[in-house]
């Protein structure tokens, strides 16, 4: 390796590969390499910094460049390691000698051409056998330390790709590569593999708590929007409102019983076809009363979006000859096949980005209706050849993973624009820096089964370390539910008790329909597109008399809810995080994947199996505790057994914190 300085950058050159290394944030270094011709001046959605000194030393053996607490070096044999400040290792890449059978080394970064400037890329770092990891987005598949995952870099729906690894060593490693790939943080290495990417592209984090990480890497991608209050409150939602009367009287109903009620939503299919971003006029024939009769009801109504545009619809071959559509590389556009055969508006197309806009502007927004449900975000495709799909920034291999990030961009510039400044919508993936676009994530088509509420703890504490502070579930999972069974109506007794504790508050559900299709002869109908109730009386009078009273907690808890969501605004900290973000020095913490902190005085720990009306919690060191409801005092450092009969979730504050 041949090392030289320019500016602020450490650059190393061998023969095929060169290497920057440079400082970026604070205690924090970027790293890219290649074996193109040169690096290339991409940085996707991190934010610009501000260009900082740094210390860079440069021997014949090897080069070193520190940025504050954190230093890295790269040696002559192209080894690269990060270093604290104190001398300790962070990372370091894993290089195998083979020379005693005279091979070469198997080098940390690997490079296989897949085209003419895209490679299949391998980068491997050494395995440490303490070490834990958190973050990289949502995976519903129950793990909280993902020691021993093999994770897929790609985004589907309830798989959410947010490449953000925190590690228990005190660092956190962004990817900063929106390709399709994998990561493999398994025992006897950690490796990170992009099927197709132009270079090697990623950041390490140095702090000594994991909330000065997650601070500096808000730094790096954005804060969300301060929440609007209303935002806090409850939201109602169902497969599906089906006409606009159909919809206008759940929230009456709910005014009629003096329920709180913030947000309610239309869900998908209340247009003609796919593609037209409008309201089908035989179901919804006055928008704007509609919207009127909300407001004064204090309500506001969400509107499903999808990006799927039908090749049958009023808009394809406008859209098709501005090259305003994702395609493919090879056979027909078609990419997903649901209710008739579709492609995707490119939302990495900025020209794409106004055109669907302004669709949007005058079929909804002119009748007073700002907030948005961008489904469909990853963008859901019925086969994923990624390698055969184009979008405007490029092939499906290298950006398929950034979708979410623009289509929740359009949407907020758009509102912006119009000199709006509360801005929530709601959408089903997400990237880095995502959040800085008012945008709630919610976990995707779940099942309706307490393994699925189990994993949504994890999910969300996962979110919570990348970055985004507004997320929810669909409470009482989407697929399946009998609002008749008495195991269902437990089920989502219990999941509104972990709602009421979560960032957004908000109920979705496609519940079982015992009644027959309006037109069975027409399988195209919209009407035939339909759901069972899934209103909180719709599931019996305990289950309503508890529901009932969670509302109003939560309408209690508001201004403790804003608080923290302030702190999130300003800082980047997530109202829901797991224990060891509020005690990193208690080491039993980390291993809690099914309790977690709501904001800094709430300790919750729901019941999340069927049948239990006992469960074991764990008090961390150095608070005391006490129940929410009986007030009983504990010491921390300790496992206790409490009740949790059906209609109590155990909760405990911090050191005799008043909430309310």
Known sequence: MKFEKSGNKLIAKSKRETIWIEPYGEDCLRFRSTQNKEIVEEDWTLLPQKEKACDIKITENKATIENGRIKAEVLSNGTVNYIKDNGEKLLEELWIDYRVSNADLLHAREYKAVSSELYKIQLTFKSYEDEKFYGMGQYANGQFNLKGSVLELAQKNTQISIPFLLSNRNYGLSWNNPAIGRAELVNNYTRWTSEGT??????????????????????????????????????????????????????????????PL?????????????????????????PKAMVEELNDMGVKLMVSIWPTVDLRSQNFEEMLENNLLVTTERNEPVLMTFRGCCTHFDAMNPQAQKY?????????????IKMFWLDEAEPEMKTYDYDNVRYFLGNGLEVSNIYPFFYAKAFYEGIKNESEEEIVNLIRCAWHGVQRFGTVVWSGDIPSTFESLRNQIT????????????????IGGFYGGDPDDPRFRELIVRWFQFGVFSPIFRLHGNRIYKGELPN????????????????????????????????????????????HMKKAHETGVPVMRPLFFDFPEDKETYEMGDQYMFGPDILVAPVVHESERKRAVYLPKGAKWREFEKGKEYEGGQWIEVDAPLDKIPVFTKNGVKIF
């Open 459 to 474: 999910a969300g504490l996962h979110m919570s370390m990348c970055g985004i502070p507004w997320w929810t579930t669909d």
């Open 520 to 563: 069975p002869n027409d399988p195209d109908d919209p009407m035939n597109l339909v759901g069972g109730p899934n209103e909180i009386w719709s599931y019996g009078q305990e289950a309503y008399e508890i529901i009932k009273e969670l509302l109003f907690l939560r309408e209690k808890m508001k201004p403790y809810i804003m608080k």
């Open 356 to 368: 669907v806009w302004e669709k949007i502007k005058e079929n909804y927004y002119k009748y007073g």
């Open 262 to 286: 913030s947000v309610i939503v239309i869900d998908f299919f209340h247009w003609p076809m796919q593609g037209e971003w409008r309201f089908d006029e035989k179901y919804w024939p006055d």
């Open 198 to 259: 132009k270079q090697i592209d990623y950041l390490i984090i140095y702090g000594e708590t994991p909330e000065e990480i997650i601070k500096k890497y808000a730094n790096l991608y954005g804060k969300t929007p301060m929440l609007p209050e209303w935002a806090a409150g409850f939201w109602q939602c169902k497969l599906r409102y089906r006409t606009q009367e159909e919809l206008l009287n759940v929230a009456r109903e709910y005014k009629k019983r003096d329920l």
